[in-house]
């Protein structure tokens, strides 16, 4: 992954933070390398950006001066050295503010909006906890549920590792196909989920031979792999920018609290016994990601073909 990382995929930095650290040249060959890849053009030049940020300053340096105390960045300020310097305590209220309520409030500025932002993290959350639930103690399903030797459940895990990768790929064509109830990225992760929860109950119910346990398995991989490959694509393409980063952070956060308590449920639900009450916690898993499927079905937005919020 390194190597591919670093000679085959060429990432391109983030143009708002080469802009913030005063590196505007940088910032436009971004811009222009973007559009390039997407087979357009762009106006943005280096001159241009100099002239919004000479328009900004000048604006500043028409203030009065009562304005003028208030935006140290004007370019005829000269009292930097007078500011007195913060306290401690000072810093860290600073610092706190950062995490106010209000950065989340616009998600809830309309109905839809709301709706959306309740439901995707819904469905990181229910994901977050099923996914661990079924995948990070599967070679204990398997080795408990069987007489087959510890080599050969994790030649079963080898099996359910690589039969996963296929499903990265199907998803890439899914995510643009226009299929109706299957294409697209809210029909793609609609389609992963159910038969994501429909083959763990199955695992669940006839999962008793090394054999259908390796199919169920292989199953759930080829479709749980598309299915957090879409919700990873999907859910930043469905809030508008100002409050994108808010929504997937709070989405991601909920993710891997959820994944945290998974170990708590499964070793409190978990059973050696070898005769199915180990898969308690898979049933767990099912139950959730169906929930998320549900939440996912009432989706009122597709961003296939550039729809937002």
């Given at each position: 992954m390194f190597v591919t990382r670093f000679f085959v995929f060429d990432l391109l930095e983030s143009p708002k933070f080469l802009l913030s650290r005063g590196?505007?040249?940088?910032?436009?060959?971004?811009?222009?390398?973007?559009?390039?890849?997407?087979?357009?053009?762009?106006?943005?030049?280096?001159?241009?950006?100099?002239?919004?940020?000479?328009?900004?300053?000048?604006?500043?340096a028409d203030d009065d001066d009562d304005e003028e105390e208030e935006h140290p960045i004007?370019?005829?300020?000269?009292?930097?050295?007078?500011?007195?310097?913060?306290?401690?305590?000072?810093?860290?209220k600073s610092h706190l503010g950062s995490f106010s309520t209000s950065r989340l409030k616009p998600l809830f500025a309309t109905r839809k909006l709301g709706v959306t932002?309740?439901?995707?993290?819904?469905?990181?959350?229910?994901?977050?906890?099923?996914?661990?639930?079924?995948?990070?103690?599967?070679?204990?399903?398997l080795s408990h549920s069987s007489a087959e030797p510890t080599s050969g459940v994790y030649s079963s895990i080898i099996?359910?590792?690589?039969?996963?990768?296929?499903?990265?790929?199907?998803a890439y064509y899914?995510?643009?196909?226009?299929?109706?109830?299957?294409?697209?990225?809210?029909?793609?992760l609609a389609a992963s989920t159910l038969v994501s929860a429909v083959f763990l109950f199955a695992f669940v119910q006839w999962g008793r031979s090394p054999g259908?346990?390796?199919?169920?398995?292989?199953?759930?991989?080829f479709s749980q792999n598309i299915m957090y490959g879409v919700l990873y694509a999907f859910t930043p393409e469905i809030f508008p920018a100002p409050v994108r980063g808010s929504a997937v952070g709070v989405a991601s956060f909920l993710n891997r609290v959820m994944g945290l308590l998974a170990p708590v449920v499964a070793a409190r639900m978990g059973?050696?016994?070898?005769?199915?009450?180990?898969?308690?916690?898979?049933m767990v898993a099912g139950v959730l990601i169906l929930a998320a499927f549900g939440a996912v079905v009432g989706l009122r937005?597709?961003?296939r073909g550039g729809q937002r919020l």
């Open positions: 590196r505007q040249r940088e910032a436009v060959r971004v811009v222009h390398g973007i559009a390039f890849r997407n087979g357009r053009k762009t106006w943005l030049t280096e001159e241009i950006l100099d002239i919004v940020a000479d328009d900004g300053r000048g604006f500043l004007a370019p005829h300020h000269h009292h930097h050295s007078q500011q007195p310097r913060l306290s401690t305590m000072a810093v860290i932002t309740g439901l995707i993290w819904f469905t990181w959350a229910t994901i977050g906890m099923g996914y661990p639930l079924f995948n990070a103690f599967l070679p204990q399903y099996l359910y590792s690589l039969t996963g990768i296929p499903g990265s790929v199907l899914l995510v643009d196909s226009p299929m109706p109830f299957l294409g697209g990225r809210k029909g793609t259908w346990q390796v199919v169920f398995s292989c199953v759930e991989a059973s050696e016994d070898g005769d199915g009450g180990g898969n308690g916690p898979v937005v597709e961003t």
